[in-house]
């Protein structure tokens, strides 16, 4: 297993490095922010008063209200990435990992909206009557049938990504944090969250989306609430906590140590990386629930889509990373922060005594990888019967539901670094694809916005 673990880790630093997968990540978002031009920052409140609309669906096209599809999206953005993927990103590349954090976020509103617009651009009808759709479908209908093979190798990546991202990354966080808190065995909590998943999965899409509809929005409101109440007793410390975040982006400052050109790299890629973990941005993962959307027109589930990253990057990381470094946990020994579920419980339990801070994360941290799992299954399981029919989708989904406790059992350092590596190479081929396709979502972008009637259906 440590060889395994030093191959993972060694291939998710050449994936993640300074020629890999990050200047395309950055490129992508410039290229379709400005060819967009810009309409993502300017239409925000368009898009938000689209979302509140969208509770319900318009037409029969489509298996999940766009709410619903947002929140099935959201389930699988909004969670451990928000809560330990920041702390990780902190105590690895220091306080400028949020900037770069930022970065990831207002590009991906640019991504996400070309994304979701082609997800339900490109969609199917399968042969049981439901709605497919994702990189691997605008790929193949949108490219052609030269490149169908990108679109499998997305399938591939996307399948063995579901894992470690959408599966045991949650659980093993989930696992650490109740742990601390309540002392329950690590087995206990990796059965009980077995047998909730299954009980879900079994369900289907509908299940899921109705869950996740519910489950998103309470656990939102619950986190945020917390971090502003922390804020909020410590607003002498917020001038400082963002003097630190710029100060330190472009030279970087991690309580890892390293040479300042290496802390750089650090803050960058952790920044980014942890970035696209908790907005997937990018990744390709989120169009695969959009394009389960009752919509009738595609651009009005792409304006959904860009508002994904701006809730969970912008919003619900920026308050975890202000409560972090207001506490001043980051900079604790390692042999001291064991896990950055811990870290980041550490500093809520610290900014917010009595034991509130410390319960807030470990329920927070339960329901958003609870969610997180759910959504993840979906886009799983669809990747799995893209590339071997619909009988593959059970198997699946049992398969799935099994690995939650594994995840839960592991070792945090090798599933993140799996998380990583597959993140990264499930990007690739969804980011060519977005740059080829680009010129598809600015027409049909221009078009949507000429007629003013498209805003009010």
């Known amino acids: 297993m440590e060889q395994l673990s030093t191959l993972i880790d060694t291939l998710s630093g050449y994936v993640w490095g300074i020629f890999g997968i990050i200047p395309l990540l950055i490129i992508t978002g410039i290229v379709l922010m400005v060819g967009l031009r810009f309409m993502p920052l300017f239409k925000i409140g368009p898009a938000l008063k689209t979302m509140w609309r969208g509770r319900k669906g318009a037409g029969d096209q489509g298996e999940l209200t766009p709410w619903q599809a947002l929140m099935a999206s959201m389930a699988a953005t909004v969670g451990v990435g928000n809560i330990v993927g920041v702390a990780t990103a902190i105590y ?18 640019a991504t996400k909206f070309c994304e979701a617009t082609l997800a339900v651009k490109y ?50 966080s989930v696992t650490a944090n109740v742990v601390k808190m309540t002392g329950v065995p690590a087995e206990a909590v990796a059965i009980i969250l077995l047998v909730l998943a299954g009980m879900v999965f079994l369900g289907g899409v509908k299940r899921i989306g109705k869950v996740v509809g519910s489950l998103v929005p309470t656990m939102c409101l619950i986190y945020v609430i917390g971090a502003l109440v922390i804020i909020a007793l410590n607003l002498d410390k917020v001038p400082g906590v963002f003097a630190e975040i710029f100060g330190s982006a472009f030279t970087g400052r991690g309580a ?40 009738k027109h595609p651009v009005k589930q792409g304006l959904l889509g860009m508002i994904d990253p701006f809730l969970d990057t912008i919003v619900v990381c920026s308050l975890t990373a202000m409560v972090i470094l207001i506490a001043g946990q980051w900079t604790t020994s390692h042999d001291v922060v064991t896990s950055a579920a811990v870290l980041t419980n550490m500093s809520f339990e610290s900014a917010l005594p009595g034991g509130f801070g410390g319960w807030l994360v470990t329920i927070g941290l339960t329901l958003f990888a609870f969610s997180t799992i759910l959504g993840w299954g979906l886009y799983g399981e669809r990747c799995v019967t893209y590339l071997f029919g619909r009988q593959a989708s ?61 805003m009010e259906d």
């Open 256 to 295: 890892a140590g390293g040479l300042m050109g290496s802390a750089l790299l650090m803050a960058m890629r952790y920044g980014l990386a942890r970035g696209l973990f908790s907005n997937e941005a990018g990744l390709g993962s989120s169009p695969i629930a959009h394009a389960t959307a009752q919509v």
């Open 92 to 109: 690895f590349g220091g306080p400028g990992a949020i900037f770069w954090m930022w970065v990831t976020g207002f590009l991906g509103m």
């Open 394 to 454: 059970k198997p699946f989904y049992i398969v799935f539901t099994l690995v939650v406790p594994v995840g839960a059992l592991m070792k945090l350092d090798f599933v993140w670094n799996f998380s990583d590596l597959m993140n990264g190479l499930m990007a690739i081929p969804n980011l060519v694809a977005l740059l080829l396709l680009s010129p598809v979502v600015y027409k049909l972008t221009r078009e949507f916005f000429s007629d003013p009637k498209n």
């Open 123 to 172: 969609r199917e009808v399968a042969e049981d009557g439901s709605f497919v759709g994702g990189p691997m479908y605008y790929i193949k209908n949108g490219l052609g049938d030269h490149w169908k093979w990108m679109a499998a190798l997305f399938a591939v990546f996307g399948m063995f990504a579901c894992f470690g991202i959408g599966n045991m990354t949650q659980a093993n």
